[in-house]
């Protein structure tokens, strides 16, 4: 059975991160371990003020040493939200010390939406996430994190094919060796483009809900590593997903919570069970 190490924090109320994270691998059939890199009493949004965060980077540092010890090794490694620069510097270190042979590594640089900075993260956290995108098998920024990492302008996105292509292009000249960048939009239409390493363009589209909703793109992301374990097929992975998020969308809007209670995923999980 594939394992995934998940490396994100964990937020205790509001759906996102390790807890949407882990729940859909698992649905996948794949086995989620997990590496909290902070606890939160909420996400950052600006639905919760307020939130507390206790920093892991200590603890991280010892489960790695641990897992070293025992040669533990994981099929793929799948970073999203982190929360300190230093975690990024202390996984480039130990990555390659537990990623199996051929695993692979997939990074979701988790710290933007809407041209900007989550809470809490500047330009510096940004540019340190360069690091990962350089060793990344697979880089899943959105609009947003794709243009602050290479530090272009948000606001004068055309939002043109020339333009998806170059800035897929420099993602790709940093190291990462497939590139997927989340909100791609056409007519009333969205998902997400793929530039592999052939360097071939493929577009995954699906109905736009015009909802905004915290944690669809750990949704997005969490589906696509725990569908790929399975299938090693990206391309099939990336179609579900955009499928899958839609569905989850609607599931949310159909209940009753308020829509600061997070994505109800577990609503439509069973559609991505083998
Ligand atoms: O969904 C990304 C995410 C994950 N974790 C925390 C966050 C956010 C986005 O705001 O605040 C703690």
Same mark, same amino acid.
């Given at each position: 059975?594939?394992?995934?190490?998940?490396?994100?924090?964990?937020?205790?109320?509001?759906?996102?991160?390790?807890?949407?994270?882990?729940?859909?691998?698992?649905?996948?059939?794949?086995?989620?371990?997990?590496?909290?890199?902070?606890?939160?009493?909420?996400?950052?949004?600006?639905?919760?003020?307020?939130?507390?965060?206790?920093?892991?980077?200590?603890?991280?540092?010892?489960?790695?040493?641990?897992?070293?010890?025992?040669?533990?090794?994981?099929?793929?490694?799948?970073?999203?939200?982190?929360?300190?620069?230093?975690?990024?510097?202390?996984?480039?270190?130990?990555?390659?010390?537990?990623?199996?042979?051929?695993?692979?590594?997939?990074?979701?640089?988790?710290?933007?939406?809407?041209?900007?900075?989550?809470?809490?993260?500047?330009?510096?956290?940004?540019?340190?996430?360069?690091?990962?995108?350089?060793?990344?098998? +697979?880089?899943?920024?959105?609009?947003?994190?794709?243009?602050?990492?290479?530090?272009?302008?948000?606001?004068?996105?055309? +939002?043109?094919?020339?333009?998806?292509?170059?800035?897929?292009?420099?993602?790709?000249?940093?190291?990462?060796?497939?590139?997927?960048?989340?909100?791609?939009?056409?007519?009333?239409?969205?998902?997400?483009?793929?530039?592999?390493?052939?360097?071939?363009?493929?577009?995954?589209?699906?109905? +736009?809900?015009?909802?905004?909703?915290?944690?669809?793109?750990?949704?997005?992301?969490?589906?696509?590593?725990?569908?790929?374990?399975?299938?090693?097929?990206?391309?099939?992975?990336?179609?579900?997903?955009?499928?899958?998020?839609?569905?989850?969308?609607?599931?949310?809007?159909?209940?009753?919570?308020?829509?600061?209670?997070?994505?109800?995923?577990?609503?439509?999980?069973?559609?991505?069970?083998?």
């Amino acid at each position: 059975m594939k394992n995934v190490l998940i490396i994100q924090d964990i937020s205790g109320f509001g759906k996102c991160s390790t807890t949407v994270a882990l729940p859909i691998v698992s649905a996948c059939g794949v086995t989620g371990s997990i590496m909290p890199t902070a606890i939160l009493s909420t996400h950052t949004g600006p639905e919760f003020p307020g939130f507390t965060f206790l920093d892991l980077t200590d603890n991280m540092v010892q489960m790695l040493k641990h897992w070293e010890e025992l040669d533990i090794k994981f099929d793929a490694i799948y970073t999203g939200y982190l929360g300190r620069i230093d975690h990024v510097d202390l996984l480039i270190e130990h990555i390659p010390n537990i990623l199996a042979p051929g695993g692979k590594i997939f990074i979701d640089p988790a710290f933007g939406d809407n041209g900007k900075y989550y809470v809490g993260f500047d330009n510096e956290y940004g540019q340190a996430q360069r690091k990962l995108v350089a060793i990344a098998d +697979y880089v899943l920024p959105n609009y947003t994190e794709a243009c602050l990492l290479l530090e272009r302008s948000f606001e004068s996105l055309t +939002y043109s094919e020339e333009e998806l292509l170059e800035i897929m292009q420099e993602l790709k000249d940093i190291g990462a060796k497939n590139v997927i960048i989340t909100g791609v939009r056409q007519d009333k239409m969205i998902g997400a483009a793929l530039l592999n390493e052939e360097n071939e363009l493929t577009y995954s589209l699906a109905k +736009y809900i015009d909802q905004l909703f915290h944690g669809t793109g750990d949704v997005f992301a969490a589906t696509v590593v725990g569908k790929y374990l399975n299938s090693a097929n990206i391309q099939e992975s990336i179609d579900t997903a955009v499928e899958f998020v839609p569905a989850a969308i609607q599931a949310t809007l159909d209940d009753e919570d308020p829509i600061t209670y997070g994505v109800h995923f577990e609503k439509v999980l069973h559609l991505l069970v083998p």
